[in-house]
């Protein structure tokens, strides 16, 4: 526990208390019959798991760091992830990078400055206080608070329904489904080995702290039932996870349509990361302002044709890992579907459509500077080859709240802005 050296006095009293409270819990559990008679509250039984989640979680720090955001990033050693709880990755050899890398048009992004779509770089908050040591990986540490905001300790990190649009969908339950609504982008009708997109980043405002808002690539496969595959990753504010409205890089995976398995960054064994700069989960900085200065991230998912893996990538320089082709069904062979776009839940506060804002919380009309956009959206094809997405099409449930407007150009290739404010007088 090299990592306790980092803490304050306090900090380390407050997490050893809890430590010390559940030592004497269990010491009263031992002493049953003579003082402490009766069942354990209901509140402890909860303390309990609460700990035992978190010490699954929580591997412990070569080093920590402090970021300015409240979050604590712990670079724990790459061999100690919290993957390889997974029974069927004992044994796994980690693999430190990928065989191929897609190649194609807009594989490294052009310097646009000059013109009026100048975009910039972005990073992540943490990095202002420190660096991970070489063979570790960053961890945004999971405080109890966190777990306690989820409806129960299982469900901590996982998300709470299905939330996929389904294009042209016949069941309307999944379409509609607990107030999800989406403005995307879309391919299908081909096997797809990854996709790409830059994505301008946003702070939108959510009305209800069990609100979020996001915007991401999907990967897919299978039909829309049971057995729906899926890996997501992109950006989002999600006050229930996370605890604040800061914009936070995340992924999320699934091989059963949002059940038992799979779960939001690390939260649960599946991904490997092998990145010591980039933490899932961590708030990226700064983000873009409307009729100002615009941020963008590149995102960039890709099935590496050797070992079946599927690979991210964030900006041009990292590589994050990888997740377990076996984690999946559909997609240990290709991906069916592609979506990119924006995801909110309305859980229709005060009875009316929420506030939660999309993107930049404006419509795709206003255009650059003020929407969100996905731009040099591309699709990995069977040759391992970045293409322009063939067939693109578009989707919302209510384009009056949310909505989506594709186009093309020389430099952005196919690009979509997309998002609104939610409630409106076209939207009540
Ligand atoms: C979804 O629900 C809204 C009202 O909540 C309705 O106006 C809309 O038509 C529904 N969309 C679909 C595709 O069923
Ligand atoms: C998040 O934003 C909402 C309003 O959008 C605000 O009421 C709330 O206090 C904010 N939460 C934090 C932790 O800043």
Known sequence: MVGAAHFSGGQWWRRNAVGISLFLLYFCGGLISLSCAGRPPAASRQELQVHKHLKRLNKAPVKSIQS??????????????????????KDHKIQMRPNYHPEGLFDVEKESVGTKERTNPINQLWHMNGKCPEDTIPVRRTKREDVLRASSVKKYGKKKHRSIAKPRGTDPDLVNESGHQHAIAYVEGERY??????????????QRTNEFSLSQIWILGGSFGQDLNSIEAGWQVSPDLYGDNNTRLFTYWTSDAYQATGCYNLLCSGFIQVNS??????SISPVSAYRNSQYDISILIWKDP????????????????YWPSFLFSYLGDSASMIEWGG??????????????????????EEGFG??????????????????????????????NCYDVQTGSNGDWGHYFYFGGPGRNSNCP
């Open 68 to 89: 300015p955001d409240g979050d604590i990033i712990d670079c724990v050693h790459i061999s100690k992830q919290p993957a390889f709880d997974h029974p069927f990755l």
């Open 193 to 206: 080995y990854g996709a790409k997109a830059t994505i301008n980043v946003w702070e939108p405002k959510i």
């Open 277 to 282: 700069e980039i933490a899932m989960g961590a």
């Open 306 to 321: 050797k070992e079946g893996n599927w690979w991210m990538q964030f900006g041009n320089d990292y590589v994050l890992g």
């Open 343 to 364: 995801e909110v839940v309305n859980s229709q506060p005060d009875g009316r459509h929420t506030n939660t804002q999309m993107g930049s919380g404006h419509f795709p």
């Open 370 to 399: 003020k929407a969100g956009y996905f731009r040099n959206i591309q699709v990995v094809d069977s040759s391992n080859n970045l293409k322009s997405p063939k067939g693109l099409g578009t989707f919302t449930e209510e384009s």
